[in-house]
C-alpha cells in the first residue's frame, strides 16, 4: 500500500452516487497540515488516512489501523463513509474479513463482505463488496430550546414543519449530530439554509451535521444532513450520522430494540445511496452498512 490518494463513492453500486470519500491507505509520514491539505483540495466532505495501529492495541494481525478524517476545513472524530469506502478499499488489496479502526473516537470494528446485492434504489450493477461498521457506545441527550429555535431560524423551518412523533435532540455514535424530524418529504426536500448561522451554532454545540429525516414507514426514513462545519453545504450520504439516529430511534422508541433501518439519503442532491442500520437486542452499539465503489 502507498500514500496515494484513492477516491471511493460509499452506500451506492453507482460512481455517480453515494458520498465520495478520500482514502489514503498509508498516511505514514503526513503530518496534520498536509493531511488537511489534501482533505481541502480534494474537496469531499471527509478523507480517511491510515496509519498503523497503537502499539500493543492487539486487533487482527495486518488488518488493524489507525484512522484520521480531515473534511476541508478541520479534523472530525468519526466519519461513516469514509470508513466504508476504506473498509472496501481495503478488502480490494488484502481480501474480506474482520478490521479494526482505531479512530479518534474509540475502536470501530468493520466486516467485508461479498456483496449480494443486484443494485437496488442507488443504482449500479450491484455485487462488487460491503462493509458494515459497528459504533462505539452511542448517547442521546436533550437540546435546549433556545438552541432548537435557533437550529430552526438557521435553517428557515417553522416549528409546524417538524414532525412530534420525531422529537429534536443530539445523539451521538462516534460523532454529535441534532435530529429533526421533518413532517412531510416536500418539506425535507426544501433545503435552503443560513450556512453561516447554522455553522456558528453547531460549533458551539459541538456538532458534526444536522441529521434532518423524513419516516416514510416503521423502518424506512429519508434524510438530509447539513455539515457548515465541514466547509460543505451538504453531506451526500452520512454513516455516521444514520448510527447515531439509530441509537436515537431505538432510545426515543421509534422502533423495536431488534430492527433493521433503511436510510435514502442523497436523493435530492441527485447522489441517492442506501445506508442499512442494524440495531440488537442487548448491545447498544449501532452496524451501518453500505457498499463502495472506487471513482475512476
Known amino acids: 500500500m502507498t500514500n496515494e490518494v484513492l477516491r471511493y463513492t460509499a452506500f451506492s453500486h453507482d460512481p455517480e452516487g453515494g458520498n465520495p470519500a478520500g482514502v489514503v491507505l498509508d498516511a505514514s509520514g503526513l503530518d496534520d497540515a498536509r493531511m488537511l491539505a489534501i482533505a481541502a483540495e480534494l474537496g469531499y466532505s471527509e478523507t480517511a488516512f491510515l496509519t498503523a495501529p497503537p502499539e500493543g492495541a492487539g486487533g487482527p494481525e495486518g488488518r488493524s489501523f489507525t484512522a484520521r478524517y480531515f473534511s476541508p476545513k478541520a479534523e472530525v472524530p468519526f466519519c461513516g463513509h469514509a470508513t466504508i469506502a476504506t473498509a472496501v478499499a481495503l478488502g480490494e488489496r488484502i481480501g474480506q474479513g474482520e478490521l479494526l479502526l482505531f479512530t479518534p473516537a474509540g475502536p470501530v470494528p ?19 463488496l460491503r462493509a458494515v461498521l459497528t459504533s462505539v457506545e452511542p448517547h442521546v441527550e436533550d437540546i435546549a430550546d433556545a438552541d432548537l429555535a435557533e437550529a430552526l431560524a438557521a435553517l428557515g423551518w417553522p416549528a409546524a414543519d417538524l414532525d ?69 453545504v451538504e453531506d451526500p ?32 442532491m441527485g447522489r441517492p445511496g442506501v445506508l442499512t442500520v442494524e440495531l440488537r437486542a442487548g448491545d447498544p452499539r449501532v452496524r451501518v452498512g453500505g457498499t463502495a465503489v472506487r471513482i475512476a
Open 164 to 232: 412530534p412523533a420525531i422529537a429534536p435532540a443530539v445523539a451521538y455514535a462516534g460523532a454529535r449530530h441534532l435530529v429533526l424530524g421533518a413532517a412531510t418529504r416536500a418539506r425535507l426536500a426544501d433545503l435552503d439554509y443560513d450556512f453561516a448561522r447554522l455553522e456558528a451554532l453547531m460549533r458551539r454545540l459541538d456538532l458534526t451535521t444536522v441529521q434532518l429525516v423524513w419516516r416514510e414507514g416503521p423502518t424506512l426514513f429519508h434524510a438530509r444532513d447539513p455539515f457548515p462545519v465541514g466547509g460543505v
Open 237 to 268: 450520504a452520512t454513516g455516521a450520522a444514520a448510527a447515531a439516529f439509530g441509537a436515537y430511534a431505538r432510545e426515543r422508541g421509534l422502533v423495536p430494540e431488534d430492527a433493521v433501518l433503511t436510510l435514502h439519503q442523497g436523493d435530492d
Open 110 to 128: 468493520v466486516s467485508v463482505t461479498e456483496d449480494g446485492t443486484d443494485g437496488g434504489a442507488d443504482g449500479g450493477p450491484g455485487r462488487g
